[in-house]
C-alpha cells in the first residue's frame, strides 16, 4: 500500500497525493457520474473561473445552481457529488 493511503481514509486518500505533489486544490466527485453531466458541469465551471473571473468556490456554486434549474440536469445525482478541496479562493 502506499505511503499515501491510510486505513479509513475512504474518498480523501486520492485528494491526498495530489496534495502531496504540489496541487493546491481539486474538484472531486465523491461517486461516479454520468459523463455527460460531468462534461457541461466542468465546461460551466471553468468558463465561470475563466470569463467571469469567479474564485473555484463561486463558480462551482453558480453551476451547480444553473445544473439544478436545468430540469434534465436538476437531481442532485448529477452535480451535488463535486466537492472543492484544499485552497478555496
Keep these: 500500500m502506499c ?3 491510510k ?5 480523501r486518500a486520492p485528494t491526498h497525493a ?12 465523491l461517486w461516479e457520474v454520468d459523463d455527460h453531466a460531468t462534461a ?8 465561470a473561473i475563466e470569463k467571469e473571473r469567479m474564485t473555484p468556490a463561486a463558480a ?7 445544473m439544478w434549474q436545468d430540469p434534465t440536469l436538476s437531481a442532485p ?5 463535486f466537492q472543492l478541496h484544499g485552497e478555496w479562493r
Aim: one cysteine or more; hydrophobic letters at 45%; glycine letters at 10%.
Design 40 to 47: 457541461d458541469l466542468m465546461g460551466w465551471f471553468y468558463e
Design 77 to 81: 445525482f448529477f452535480w451535488a457529488a
Design 3 to 5: 505511503c499515501f493511503f
Design 60 to 66: 462551482l456554486r453558480k453551476t451547480q445552481v444553473k
Design 18 to 29: 495530489f496534495f502531496y505533489t504540489g496541487t493546491s486544490r481539486i474538484l472531486a466527485s
Design 7 to 11: 486505513r479509513g481514509e475512504g474518498e
